[in-house]
């Protein structure tokens, strides 16, 4: 069993860099923080005998060796990037906990057959660069290096840029790394476990996901003087647009998702009409079919809202992914592992993107999800039991193992 | 008869302080880009021979001695800081045009029995700090001069720190200034002289103000895995306050006025669902009664909202001036002046607020407006014709005349 204790105290040392006065974090990607808590990662794992490799979009492998060369390393990771006012757990616990799977293997002089393989990817959150899960994107192909190379901040810097700065550009090419299985522990970041009073879930699916970026052009005019009837005001067009991806999203529950989580309003001046709006939307569903529904409403809705109003829109997609669902036999290893150590637990769909969508896509892939207090993530109040840590990372170790053998 | 020549020339000076790209002018208020233009304006005036003061809101006063040392000057002005994205003549133009009238009656060796002065109010436009009209309003009582020192930018901070900064904080108590007559001249900033062929507007009144800040207050949380009923999304909620703020205006036509101006969400990252939202409400009205029956009807939704939502609403007023009818002879002497000169005129009402509005409680006001291109104003692409503004200045020439004997 792995030492929830050593656990938590990695935590903590970790959420020192970038802690916000509310209690939680802020230690966007490609930031100075980043590149410090990456320095605090790659210590440990080095302090663990782990030998380290980077490749081109920063993403971190650390391994301890198995006995059978021939195999494929059985790996576990997730990311120390977070959002803007994030939370202690999201990302870092599924880190921490497979450095503390190496360490408990270590502790125990464990040899498995398989290497056993620590994931940090770069730019899990998306929120700073678009696309999101950027670095495990890059890594199973699903878009080009040069296209998360270019993607730039709000103030202009690019990926590419920052990831040189903070000296993170390594030199394996993304992807030329075999994997065997991968497994990522997570938060669940809702409030599915706690309401039904489970430790574990098991994760058979992710949310598919659209994210757009949607500009609506009016005319700047003077608040007072400007007739009602002549005003071409960005801001009310677009929030027409607002609305309308909360209510496709409640048309198809329970796994619609709608969210307009950014807002850039211009010139943002009291008494001048907005002459330009920019704004992101977050859709998501569970399966394909509706997903493509619901973009299929958001565009039709766009386009007459365009006409409507004689204003110009301009919607562009920025991050897709369709539904994932996990490999049956990772899903049945968390399973097993779960009622072998005797947790409480139930399956719970992932509405949350998460590294492994990608890693599935050239590995078996799985998750596994211990509560968050209320549900609450994305925010610095983002909590989590010990105990739970704990529990879900002795479901990790467990899994691991069996799958290395 | 005024040289409308020079006053483009000064005009054309003037405005290449804070130039944008697109032709505007970017001068916000108590920046060192509005210190270079007082320094400026103050350095045309002592080349005409003027006497400055300069009170403790950094009003400046200019003036031209009269021949009659008992009484009040005669003053004519309006502000030269701008919009983030301002045009060229919002209120320079009246600024230098009543300094273009100091030119002409020294010129002509014209000798007035009351004293002619040049006023440049401080922070008319209101955008980096609010009350809107601050120079004139602590002039006149309106508010207090504490008050005003403590109004903050969004980035913290205070008039009293960026006034002292520029060195724009004078001897004279604000108000302690007698005053004969107060004139404006201006841009109408709205469509209606342009659609109706008439070079001069009349303004018997201007519209009552009210202005407001909202905070919508919910709770962040994640855009995939929170479900849709489990929600406090604080942009949805606070996009339907900003759409009833124009559907009231709608509401109460002819001179209902609604818009929304400034919004800033939190924690802006796409996967996040709003955690707050801040966003500025500016109504106005002709009238005492339509605009209070709008101040309800807002404040009404957003009580109905506040409980139906379960989320916190602060509303807050942060700026207000009742409907202000000029003073009847001011308003005459304009009509008079036209007249005489000759130029197709009509009466226009007010939308926009001006330092007139102010001046009116401690003298007898009136305004000159002067088309400008599509009604377009706060905006970078505003334009006015030089021959317009000649003829403005001109009714500002003779009705300062007629006051000043
Ligand atoms: N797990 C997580 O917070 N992922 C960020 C991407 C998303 O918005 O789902
Ligand atoms: N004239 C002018 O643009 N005034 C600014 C105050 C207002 O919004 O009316």
Redesign the interface.
């Known amino acids: 069993l792995t030492n929830g204790k050593r656990l938590w105290q990695s935590l903590e040392e970790l959420n020192k860099i970038g802690a916000t006065a509310k209690g939680g974090v802020k230690r966007l990607t490609l930031t100075d923080l980043d590149r410090q808590a990456r320095d605090l990662v790659i210590g440990w794992g080095k302090a663990e005998g782990l030998s380290i490799r980077i490749d081109k979009i920063g993403n971190i492998f650390m391994r301890r060796a198995g006995g059978d060369p021939s195999r494929a390393p059985i790996m576990a990771g997730s990311h120390i990037d977070t959002?803007?006012?994030g939370g202690r757990f999201d990302g870092n616990f599924g880190v921490l906990a497979a450095l503390e799977v190496v360490r408990t293997l270590n502790q125990h002089q464990v040899q498995t057959a398989a290497p056993i393989e620590v994931a940090i990817w770069t730019n899990e959150?998306?929120?700073r660069f678009?696309p999101?899960m950027m670095g495990s994107g890059v890594f199973c192909g699903a878009f080009s290096l040069e296209h998360a190379y270019a993607a730039k901040d709000v103030d202009g810097k690019s990926v590419l840029e920052e990831l040189t700065r903070i000296g993170y550009v390594g030199d394996e090419t993304p992807g030329e790394h075999p994997i065997g299985a991968y497994f990522e522990a997570h938060i669940?970041?809702?409030?599915v476990l706690e309401d039904e009073g489970k430790i574990i879930g098991v994760v058979p699916a992710v949310?598919g996901?659209s994210?757009y970026d949607c500009t609506v052009t009016g005319?700047?005019?003077?608040?007072?003087?400007?007739?009602?009837p002549?005003r071409r005001?960005a801001?009310?067009v677009a929030?027409?647009i607002?609305?309308e991806v909360?209510a496709i999203?409640?048309r198809y529950?329970?796994y619609?998702?709608?969210?307009?989580?950014?807002?850039q309003?211009s010139?943002?001046?009291?008494?001048?009409?907005?002459?330009e709006v920019k704004f992101?939307i977050?859709i998501?569903n569970v399966n394909k079919a509706l997903l493509d529904t619901m973009q299929g409403e958001l565009t039709a809705f766009i386009e007459k809202t365009a006409q409507h109003s004689g204003l110009a829109i301009k919607l562009e997609q920025v991050s897709h992914f369709p539904p994932c669902p996990f490999h049956e036999d990772c899903v049945a290893a968390v399973r097993r592992a779960t009622e072998k150590l005797g947790y409480p637990h139930m399956d719970v769909v992932?509405?949350?993107?998460h590294d492994a969508v990608y890693a599935a896509r050239v590995a078996p892939a799985g998750m596994i999800f211990v509560p968050c207090k209320d549900?609450?993530?994305?925010?610095?109040i983002e909590d989590a039991k010990p105990e739970h840590l704990e529990a879900g990372c002795n479901v990790l170790l467990h899994a691991m193992l069996e799958r290395a053998g």
């Open positions: 959002q803007p006012s959150e998306g929120s678009v999101v669940e970041q809702g409030p949310l996901l994210w005319l700047e005019a003077h608040a007072g003087s400007t007739p009602m002549l005001d801001l009310q929030t027409t607002m609305q909360v999203a409640n529950q329970p619609g998702r709608g969210t307009v989580g950014f807002v309003n010139p943002n001046s009291r008494n001048v009409i907005p002459g992101s977050d998501r992932s509405g949350a993107g549900g609450i993530s994305h925010n610095e």
